[in-house]
């Protein structure tokens, strides 16, 4: 078992900065996937970034440049450093992971609470 704890999340102007954090405990090991999703109201849970445990990173096209995935394995947490953030990056955000490749998709073995993410023009 493997349970996801994310924070971070907050309300900031566009154009603004936030970092979240996901922290994992237990089995973290057998973890080949480690990845964020978000979904905002009336909208599909999309896909926003992953890595994988070489640390090969996935970015959904509308995030690239603006968002970085990056991981502590020494601290079993997961980061995902927020720039230029947009309005129509406001959603709840997710933590996930997932035992094996391919690290896309929707179908992950766990997930955390999520964390809200606000951002206003």
């Known amino acids: 078992q493997v349970q996801l704890v994310e924070s971070g999340g907050g309300s900031v102007q566009a154009g603004g900065s936030l970092r979240l954090s996901c922290a994992a405990f237990g089995y973290t090991y057998t973890m080949y996937c480690m990845g964020w999703f978000r979904q905002a109201p009336g909208k599909e849970r999309e896909g926003v970034a992953s890595?994988?445990?070489?640390?090969?990173?996935f970015y959904a096209d509308s995030v690239k440049g603006r968002f970085t995935i990056s991981q502590d394995n020494a601290k079993n947490t997961l980061y995902l450093q927020m720039n230029s953030l947009k309005a129509e990056d406001t959603a709840m955000y997710y933590c996930?992971?997932?035992?094996?490749?391919?690290?896309?998709?929707?179908?992950?073995?766990?997930w955390g609470q999520g964390t809200q993410v606000t951002v206003s023009s």
């Open positions: 996930a992971a997932k035992h094996s490749p391919p690290c896309v998709g929707t179908w992950w073995n766990y």
């Open positions: 890595i994988d445990s070489v640390g090969s990173t």
